[in-house]
Protein backbone atom coordinates (compact mmCIF):
# COMPACT_ATOMS: atom_id res chain seq x y z
CA UNK A 1 0.00 0.00 0.00
CA UNK A 2 0.98 3.74 -0.08
CA UNK A 3 2.00 3.92 -3.28
CA UNK A 4 3.07 7.18 -5.22
CA UNK A 5 3.66 7.31 -8.77
CA UNK A 6 5.34 10.09 -10.94
CA UNK A 7 5.58 10.61 -14.89
CA UNK A 8 7.84 11.12 -16.61
CA UNK A 9 10.61 9.58 -14.34
CA UNK A 10 12.93 11.71 -16.96
CA UNK A 11 12.58 14.72 -19.37
CA UNK A 12 15.03 16.43 -21.46
CA UNK A 13 13.69 19.44 -22.88
CA UNK A 14 15.03 22.67 -24.83
CA UNK A 15 15.11 26.33 -23.56
CA UNK A 16 11.61 28.19 -23.38
CA UNK A 17 9.50 25.21 -23.38
CA UNK A 18 7.06 24.38 -20.34
CA UNK A 19 7.43 20.77 -18.67
CA UNK A 20 4.32 19.03 -16.91
CA UNK A 21 5.34 16.87 -13.73
CA UNK A 22 2.54 14.43 -13.07
CA UNK A 23 1.83 12.92 -9.60
CA UNK A 24 -0.34 10.59 -8.54
CA UNK A 25 -1.36 8.40 -5.60
CA UNK A 26 -2.33 4.88 -6.49
CA UNK A 27 -4.00 2.93 -3.72
CA UNK A 28 -4.73 5.86 -1.24
CA UNK A 29 -6.67 9.26 -1.53
CA UNK A 30 -4.44 12.40 -0.65
CA UNK A 31 -5.99 15.75 0.27
CA UNK A 32 -2.31 17.41 0.86
CA UNK A 33 0.38 16.40 -1.93
CA UNK A 34 4.06 18.14 -1.41
CA UNK A 35 6.17 19.05 -4.16
CA UNK A 36 10.12 19.15 -3.60
CA UNK A 37 13.54 19.75 -5.54
CA UNK A 38 16.39 17.62 -4.76
CA UNK A 39 19.88 19.23 -5.93
CA UNK A 40 22.85 16.79 -6.08
CA UNK A 41 24.10 15.15 -2.41
CA UNK A 42 21.40 17.47 -0.85
CA UNK A 43 18.62 17.05 1.27
CA UNK A 44 15.03 17.38 0.21
CA UNK A 45 14.16 21.15 0.01
CA UNK A 46 9.73 21.85 -0.42
CA UNK A 47 8.65 24.15 -2.81
CA UNK A 48 5.05 24.39 -2.53
CA UNK A 49 1.67 22.13 -0.56
CA UNK A 50 -0.94 21.25 -2.84
CA UNK A 51 -3.78 21.21 -1.29
CA UNK A 52 -6.88 19.24 -3.49
CA UNK A 53 -9.39 21.55 -4.94
CA UNK A 54 -7.41 25.02 -3.35
CA UNK A 55 -4.45 26.96 -4.48
CA UNK A 56 -0.97 25.62 -3.49
CA UNK A 57 0.78 27.00 -0.84
CA UNK A 58 4.33 28.01 -1.88
CA UNK A 59 7.41 28.52 -0.25
CA UNK A 60 9.84 31.91 -0.12
CA UNK A 61 11.65 32.19 -3.29
CA UNK A 62 9.49 29.41 -4.92
CA UNK A 63 7.98 31.73 -8.17
CA UNK A 64 4.54 30.63 -8.02
CA UNK A 65 3.75 31.59 -11.98
CA UNK A 66 6.80 29.59 -13.03
CA UNK A 67 6.15 26.71 -11.40
CA UNK A 68 2.27 25.98 -11.69
CA UNK A 69 0.71 23.61 -9.17
CA UNK A 70 -2.32 21.96 -9.63
CA UNK A 71 -4.48 19.51 -7.36
CA UNK A 72 -7.35 18.55 -9.53
CA UNK A 73 -8.60 15.43 -7.26
CA UNK A 74 -7.53 13.28 -4.44
CA UNK A 75 -5.39 11.08 -6.41
CA UNK A 76 -3.73 13.51 -8.53
CA UNK A 77 -1.50 16.82 -8.56
CA UNK A 78 0.78 18.36 -11.44
CA UNK A 79 3.74 20.50 -11.38
CA UNK A 80 4.19 22.75 -14.71
CA UNK A 81 7.28 24.18 -15.06
CA UNK A 82 6.75 26.87 -17.21
CA UNK A 83 9.28 28.92 -19.68
CA UNK A 84 12.16 26.24 -18.68
CA UNK A 85 15.63 26.99 -18.11
CA UNK A 86 18.59 25.40 -17.61
CA UNK A 87 18.60 26.58 -13.83
CA UNK A 88 15.16 24.81 -13.27
CA UNK A 89 17.57 21.49 -14.32
CA UNK A 90 17.07 19.40 -11.32
CA UNK A 91 15.32 16.17 -9.64
CA UNK A 92 11.61 16.67 -8.75
CA UNK A 93 9.58 14.57 -6.27
CA UNK A 94 6.37 14.47 -5.17
CA UNK A 95 4.64 13.18 -1.85
CA UNK A 96 1.50 12.43 -0.48
CA UNK A 97 -0.31 12.57 2.97
CA UNK A 98 -2.15 9.51 3.46
CA UNK A 99 -5.86 10.97 5.59
CA UNK A 100 -5.22 7.87 7.68
CA UNK A 101 -1.87 8.13 8.39
CA UNK A 102 -1.09 11.08 10.41
CA UNK A 103 1.40 13.16 9.05
CA UNK A 104 3.39 10.56 7.01
CA UNK A 105 4.36 11.49 3.67
CA UNK A 106 4.93 8.62 0.55
CA UNK A 107 7.34 10.00 -1.67
CA UNK A 108 6.93 9.44 -5.76
CA UNK A 109 10.01 8.14 -7.63
CA UNK A 110 10.84 11.33 -8.77
CA UNK A 111 11.78 13.33 -11.87
CA UNK A 112 14.78 14.01 -13.46
CA UNK A 113 14.51 17.59 -15.37
CA UNK A 114 17.54 18.17 -17.95
CA UNK A 115 17.31 21.67 -19.56
CA UNK A 116 19.28 22.04 -22.58
CA UNK B 1 12.86 27.76 11.08
CA UNK B 2 13.16 24.46 12.80
CA UNK B 3 16.24 22.29 11.53
CA UNK B 4 16.84 18.91 12.37
CA UNK B 5 20.61 18.25 13.25
CA UNK B 6 21.57 14.36 11.09
CA UNK B 7 24.33 12.56 12.58
CA UNK B 8 27.11 10.87 11.03
CA UNK B 9 27.35 12.74 7.68
CA UNK B 10 28.45 9.54 6.26
CA UNK B 11 29.80 6.00 7.26
CA UNK B 12 31.70 3.47 5.98
CA UNK B 13 31.53 0.02 7.32
CA UNK B 14 32.39 -3.33 7.22
CA UNK B 15 29.23 -5.62 6.03
CA UNK B 16 27.86 -7.10 9.40
CA UNK B 17 28.49 -4.69 11.75
CA UNK B 18 25.56 -2.56 13.01
CA UNK B 19 24.59 1.13 12.35
CA UNK B 20 23.43 4.17 14.67
CA UNK B 21 22.52 7.15 12.85
CA UNK B 22 20.57 9.72 14.94
CA UNK B 23 18.59 13.29 14.43
CA UNK B 24 18.26 16.03 16.97
CA UNK B 25 15.81 19.05 17.09
CA UNK B 26 15.84 21.90 19.34
CA UNK B 27 11.81 21.69 19.29
CA UNK B 28 9.52 19.28 19.81
CA UNK B 29 8.47 17.30 16.95
CA UNK B 30 4.68 14.88 17.28
CA UNK B 31 5.74 12.56 13.84
CA UNK B 32 9.40 11.18 13.50
CA UNK B 33 9.91 9.25 10.19
CA UNK B 34 12.95 7.80 8.77
CA UNK B 35 13.42 7.14 4.95
CA UNK B 36 15.97 5.67 2.70
CA UNK B 37 17.11 6.80 -0.84
CA UNK B 38 19.33 5.14 -3.33
CA UNK B 39 20.78 7.22 -6.53
CA UNK B 40 17.63 8.60 -8.82
CA UNK B 41 15.13 7.17 -6.56
CA UNK B 42 12.57 8.84 -4.20
CA UNK B 43 12.86 7.83 -1.29
CA UNK B 44 11.23 5.36 0.44
CA UNK B 45 9.73 5.27 4.37
CA UNK B 46 11.44 2.78 6.38
CA UNK B 47 9.68 3.75 10.05
CA UNK B 48 7.10 6.08 11.46
CA UNK B 49 7.13 6.64 15.04
CA UNK B 50 4.31 8.51 16.65
CA UNK B 51 4.30 8.56 20.05
CA UNK B 52 7.89 9.54 22.57
CA UNK B 53 9.59 6.50 23.74
CA UNK B 54 7.60 4.34 20.90
CA UNK B 55 10.71 1.81 19.44
CA UNK B 56 9.72 0.30 16.11
CA UNK B 57 11.39 -2.22 14.34
CA UNK B 58 11.45 -3.22 10.55
CA UNK B 59 13.78 -6.25 10.04
CA UNK B 60 16.65 -5.38 10.86
CA UNK B 61 15.63 -1.52 11.39
CA UNK B 62 14.81 -0.21 14.79
CA UNK B 63 14.01 3.12 15.33
CA UNK B 64 13.12 4.95 18.30
CA UNK B 65 11.36 8.21 19.09
CA UNK B 66 12.80 9.92 22.18
CA UNK B 67 11.44 10.87 25.01
CA UNK B 68 11.60 14.28 25.05
CA UNK B 69 10.40 14.75 21.70
CA UNK B 70 13.34 15.97 20.14
CA UNK B 71 14.90 13.38 19.05
CA UNK B 72 15.08 9.90 16.94
CA UNK B 73 18.07 7.46 16.26
CA UNK B 74 17.73 4.63 13.58
CA UNK B 75 19.91 2.04 14.05
CA UNK B 76 20.44 -1.49 11.54
CA UNK B 77 21.74 -4.36 12.45
CA UNK B 78 23.79 -7.06 10.75
CA UNK B 79 24.55 -4.71 7.81
CA UNK B 80 24.67 -5.64 3.96
CA UNK B 81 25.80 -4.34 0.62
CA UNK B 82 22.10 -3.24 0.00
CA UNK B 83 21.88 -1.17 2.88
CA UNK B 84 24.27 1.25 0.90
CA UNK B 85 22.18 4.67 0.39
CA UNK B 86 21.32 7.57 2.06
CA UNK B 87 19.26 8.11 4.93
CA UNK B 88 17.19 10.80 5.95
CA UNK B 89 14.91 11.08 9.47
CA UNK B 90 11.83 13.88 9.41
CA UNK B 91 9.84 15.33 11.93
CA UNK B 92 6.44 16.54 11.84
CA UNK B 93 6.30 19.75 14.25
CA UNK B 94 3.32 20.15 16.07
CA UNK B 95 0.80 22.19 14.28
CA UNK B 96 2.33 21.92 10.96
CA UNK B 97 1.70 19.75 8.23
CA UNK B 98 5.08 20.21 6.72
CA UNK B 99 7.95 17.89 7.19
CA UNK B 100 11.41 18.62 8.42
CA UNK B 101 14.28 17.01 6.96
CA UNK B 102 18.05 16.43 8.05
CA UNK B 103 20.82 16.55 5.70
CA UNK B 104 21.23 12.75 5.71
CA UNK B 105 23.13 10.13 6.64
CA UNK B 106 25.40 8.59 3.48
CA UNK B 107 25.80 4.76 4.06
CA UNK B 108 28.96 2.75 2.49
CA UNK B 109 29.15 -1.13 3.29
CA UNK B 110 32.71 -2.65 2.10
CA UNK B 111 31.73 -6.50 1.44
Known amino acids: GAVVSQHPSRVICKSGTSVKIECRSLDFQATTMFWYRQFPKQSLMLMATSNEGSKATYEQGVEKDKFLINHASLTLSTLTVTSAHPEDSSFYICSARDLGAQETQYFGPGTRLLVL | GQQLNQSPQSMFIQEGEDVSMNCTSSSIFNTWLWYKQDPGEGPVLLIA?????ELTSNGRLTAQFGITRKDSFLNISASIPSDVGIYFC???????????FGAGTILRVKS
Open chain 2, 90 to 100: AGAPSGGNKLV
Open chain 2, 49 to 53: LYKAG
